[in-house]
């Protein structure tokens, strides 16, 4: 559906809504169509979501949008069946002899607002978890990535029936009029803005919601971390889709005698990953569109430029006609800057020195939760204490993005920085109803503690309460 308006888009959700929850054969059937036509068309999206970004890196389409979808999908088939069975749940001793247990259950249609720097992957992911756990999905992407969205809807039309998956195209009018459907779940990645709008809308039809938000993850580096060694990592994760990641580095804690050993790992693991000038290398991506390079540039304008360091050279206008945003290494920007205020996303990552272990964890704890940290460290009592005195949706040791790449692990954020989560079963649990289930023996002993209450009934009654 493109630009629908209001009246057609509620139509066709009632379509999906009273249509019957998809069996788990069907579900079976719904996924390895969907990994089939996912692989058949997979040279068409790595060209669309190139044409989308201006350029986009092939190996990063095919690494994070595709191969990871893929997995999801193995991983869910694999594990459906196990999923979907009643859980039995223990009953207390004195309602013995009963039985609990709960059962998944569709909860009918589930809307899924996607944003653009993942077009595939945060797409189809949730996608996959609200199929597995049998429901009618209504997907809205981003109206940033046409070429992509065309794509999606061929992949999505041979793998679903008409009134199984449904994909919604438009602009802020129609994300505004999808948001306040009655959906069963509701999930949206996004920023935290916008994800404050989504969760007011759908609060008027008192529907769940999961928000995939962002935030500034930040890098701790333990007095004990080689920058030399750490940085190519530190690096890989930052510049990963030019920086255009929610999970992405945000900005980097080290000690003060660390600092100069950092910037000059960063500088060296800059050029190693991409040698050469970025205007002319594939592997670098482009800023998705000109407003958004704009905004990197005015996160920059207001720091010092002394401070600032470009490993690979400094933005030309070469760079900003092909929206191409070269590194930025930002020393001590001041704390109260839009620079430390926003979440980047993009390839400019802050360095800060802080000295000691409290030090860096009271920076962080001063800040909205992030989605992430990352601590790069090899002493367990310090990785035990990062553990226990943050907050944050993940933590990751001595590794950048690849916690998101794990099929068993939920994903999410806390606070600012989301509400909800899913991947693997975490997803289909999101998105069903885990249904409370008690049966009751034919013999049972619960008629002795109703009325009449005889003053043995209240003994009872009373030993019953000490037990």
């Known amino acids: 559906m493109k630009n ?13 809504r009273q249509a019957a929850p998809l069996s788990l054969d069907e579900r079976r059937q719904r996924l390895r169509a969907l990994h089939r036509a996912l692989k058949t068309h997979s040279d068409k999206l790595v060209a669309a979501v190139n044409t989308d970004f201006g350029r986009r890196a092939e190996a990063e389409t095919r690494l994070a949008d595709i191969a990871l979808v893929l997995s999801d999908i193995q991983h869910s088939q694999k594990k459906l069946t196990r999923w979907a069975q009643p859980r039995p749940v223990p009953v207390g001793v004195k309602f013995w002899p009963s039985k609990a247990r709960l059962v998944p259950q569709p909860l009918g249609v589930v809307g899924v607002i996607s944003p653009w720097n993942y077009p595939v992957n945060l797409a189809l992911c949730p996608l996959v978890a609200a199929v597995a756990a049998g429901n009618r999905v209504m997907l809205k992407p981003s109206e940033l990535t046409p ?3 065309a794509v999606l809807r061929t992949i999505l039309a041979e793998a679903f029936g008409p009134d199984e998956v449904v994909v919604v195209e438009g602009q802020a009018d129609t994300a505004a009029a999808f948001t306040s459907l009655p959906f069963g779940h509701l999930l949206f990645t996004g920023s935290t803005a916008v994800g404050r709008k989504v969760m007011q809308s759908a609060a008027c039809q008192l529907t769940p919601v999961t928000l995939e938000l962002g935030g500034k993850s930040p890098v701790i580096l333990e007095a004990d971390a080689k920058p030399a060694r750490v940085m190519r990592s530190v690096m890989a994760g930052k510049l990963f889709n030019a920086g255009q990641t929610c999970i992405a580095p945000d900005y980097l804690l080290a000690e003060p005698n660390q600092t100069q050993a950092v910037l000059d790992a960063a500088r060296n693991g800059c050029q190693s990953l991409y040698p050469g000038d970025v205007l002319n290398n594939p592997d670098y991506t482009a800023i998705i569109n000109q407003r958004h390079f704009q905004r990197l540039e005015k996160l920059l304008a ?3 430029p002394e401070s600032l360091h470009w490993p690979l050279g400094p933005i030309t206008e070469a760079h900003r006609q092909q929206r191409i945003f070269p590194p930025v290494l930002v020393r001590e920007p001041p704390v109260d800057s839009a620079l430390m205020r926003e979440e980047i996303f993009g390839p400019i990552l802050p360095l800060l020195a802080r000295a000691g272990l409290q030090a860096k964890t009271a920076f962080v704890k001063q800040r909205p939760h992030p989605l992430t940290l990352y601590f790069y460290g090899s002493q367990p009592a310090a990785i035990r204490r990062i553990q226990r005195e943050t907050l944050s949706g993940s933590l990751s040791v001595n590794e950048t993005l690849v916690q998101f790449a794990q099929d068993n692990l939920p994903f999410g954020g806390v606070g600012e920085s989301g509400l909800g989560r899913y991947h693997g079963q975490a997803g289909f649990d ?6 409370p289930v008690y049966y009751q023996s034919r013999l049972n002993a619960n008629g002795l503690i109703r009325p009449p209450y005889t003053a043995w009934k209240r003994r009872l009654i009373d030993w019953l309460a000490r037990l």
């Open 4 to 16: 629908p308006n209001p009246s057609e888009l509620r139509q066709r959700f009632e379509r999906l």
């Open 147 to 149: 070429q992509t969205n």
């Open 302 to 304: 207001e720091l010092p």
């Open 430 to 435: 999101t998105f069903s109803h885990l249904k």
